[in-house]
């Protein structure tokens, strides 16, 4: 292999850069988890009902760079009875976590909305963690038409 | 690289006992690590904002942990119930630890 001095720069800045990153960054969701290990890993294998989560995607994303995502769980969000976290993981793509809202008694109602990529047509799911450690879930597919993650 | 820039949307004033909306985007790349750069075909290092907080006078009333599949310039949307005036900070965290802060007044009566 021959390089050439411009080569040997851009390899150098990358290894510097890639050796200044903090080592474990945010939950850990490894690479090459499944969507399955990822819910597991947030609800340690509780059974989880279906009902009071409210998951809004569209049915069809054009682009799977900016997929508008809302969730919404009924509760009065009471000292004793709240939302405490929703977590977003979409099963297709290489890592399946995508964001954790942590909600508080503050917030009067446990919805929140953000904008997320997707790789390919695929499964969204939300999973809510009540106050009394009990779980709920939804699902939704979405079709996506152009992948986002910069294949 | 352009600095991040975080814009938040927050009602000037609201009754007590209101749910206000709040919108909160921050101008940031999101660098997922999955992208290859073309000349070099060597991955990108992931550097994207892990971690949003909003604070009411001192106390976390919301809190996203972030992975790389959100998607460029993150939008966040959620609710607080208004029940006395005060101030909210917001905060990103950026891979490098960097952080990137805001606040906004809100008037309530």
């Given amino acids: 292999m021959k390089l050439n001095r411009r080569e ?5 800045a990358a290894a510097v850069v890639v050796a200044t990153l903090p080592a474990s960054i945010g939950p850990a969701i490894a690479a090459g988890e499944t969507a399955d290990d990822a819910i597991k890993a947030f609800t ?10 409210k998951l809004t995607t569209p049915e069809i994303a054009e682009n ?11 509760s009065p969000m009471t000292a004793d009875d ?11 793509n290489p890592n399946p976590g995508v964001a954790t809202f942590k909600f508080s008694t503050m917030s009067g109602e446990a919805s929140a909305s953000t904008r997320i990529r997707l790789a390919k047509t ?22 996506v038409t152009i992948g986002g993650c910069g294949g | 690289m352009a600095k991040a820039k975080p814009r938040v949307k927050v009602p000037k004033k609201a009754s007590a006992g209101d749910i206000i909306t709040i919108k909160t985007l921050i101008s ?9 750069d073309k000349k070099t075909g060597e991955l990108i290092p992931r550097k994207i904002i892990n971690n949003f ?45 960097s952080v990137y802060t805001t606040s906004k007044k809100i008037a309530v009566n």
Avoid: C
């Fill in chain 1, 8 to 12: 040997v720069l851009g390899f150098g």
């Fill in chain 2, 28 to 36: 940031h790349k999101m660098e997922s690590g999955q992208r290859k």
């Fill in chain 1, 64 to 74: 799977g760079n900016t997929v508008p995502v809302s969730v919404k769980v009924d």
């Fill in chain 2, 53 to 97: 907080k909003a604070e009411f006078n001192g106390q976390t009333v919301f809190e996203t942990a972030i992975q790389p599949a959100v998607s460029s310039n993150p939008y966040i949307q959620f609710k607080v119930k208004m029940m006395e005036s005060g101030e909210f900070k917001f905060t990103w965290t950026d891979d490098d630890g």
């Fill in chain 1, 44 to 53: 340690g294998g509780a059974a989880m009902g279906e009902g009071a989560v």
């Fill in chain 1, 82 to 92: 709240h939302v405490q976290e929703v977590m977003i993981v979409a099963s297709g």
């Fill in chain 1, 122 to 143: 695929q499964d969204i799911v939300a999973v809510a963690k009540m106050s009394d450690g009990s779980f709920q879930m939804a699902k939704n597919t979405v079709k």
